[in-house]
């Protein structure tokens, strides 16, 4: 399975703080993405990184790529309370484009 | 533009009761994908569709769900009967094109708000 595994389960910060979630999956893939979800809510494209880049950026969000240990970090800097949300990374690889998830990295913003 | 639109949103059944949910996604999005969602997981994948074409249904369990994409539009995704540890939410989704080029982003997923069943 090419199925993404978010790491930790669940995150606590203050306001301001940043926050780092990790994702690491099993197989090569063609691109990486990241997924919010907030409560009661569809799930949201954040950011998408290929195979070829290293780190890429978006206003408050860092994601970096390392193939060689099939892992990734997504990096949300200066955090808020509206960042409050489950967090999913997801991949497809080869010629297989399906994207699945993991459980999510539920984010707590506390103000 | 609308995002991709679902019905219902909420919906109570009592068990053995069929259910049904409709999904019509962004115009121009060949891709279309059903996901299960129980509380505390992630989107767990049941169907996709390549335009009229379903080209994955492996986690479909067909003796209860059936799905449909007409004219490679419009899906529906039915239930029949409904067991209690069918609750859950279901999510559709589409893509652009999801045999295209993955690096540049065709498989880029927008989601709908989700249909949450409880069946009682």
């Known amino acids: 399975s090419q199925q993404g595994e978010e790491d930790p389960q669940a995150l606590s910060i203050q306001e301001g703080e940043n926050a780092t979630m990790n994702c690491s999956y099993k197989t090569s893939i063609n691109n990486l993405q990241w997924y919010r979800q907030n409560s009661g809510r569809g799930l949201v494209h954040l950011i998408l990184?290929?195979?070829?880049?290293r780190e890429k950026h978006s206003g408050r969000l860092r994601v970096t790529l390392d193939t060689s240990k099939k892992s990734s970090s997504l990096l949300i800097t200066a955090s808020r309370a509206a960042d409050t949300a489950s967090y999913f990374c997801s991949n497809s690889g080869g010629s297989n484009y399906k994207l699945t998830f993991g459980k999510g990295t539920l984010l707590t913003v506390n103000p | 533009e609308a995002g991709v639109v679902q019905s219902p949103r909420y919906k109570i059944i009592e068990k053995k009761q069929p259910v049904a949910f409709w999904c019509n996604p962004i115009s121009g999005h060949n891709t279309l994908y059903w996901y299960r969602q129980n509380l505390g997981q992630g989107p767990e994948l049941l169907i996709r569709y390549e335009n009229e074409e379903a080209v994955d249904d492996s986690q479909l369990p067909k003796d209860r769900f059936s799905a449909e994409r007409l004219k490679g539009v419009d899906s529906t995704l039915k239930i029949q009967p409904a067991e209690l540890g069918d609750s859950a939410v279901y999510l559709c989704?589409?893509?652009?094109?999801?045999?295209?080029?993955?690096?540049?982003?065709?498989?880029?997923?927008?989601f709908g708000a989700g249909s949450r069943l409880t069946v009682l």
């Open positions: 989704a589409s893509s652009l094109d999801g045999l295209g080029n993955l690096n540049s982003g065709a498989n880029v997923l927008t």
């Open positions: 990184i290929r195979s070829n880049e």
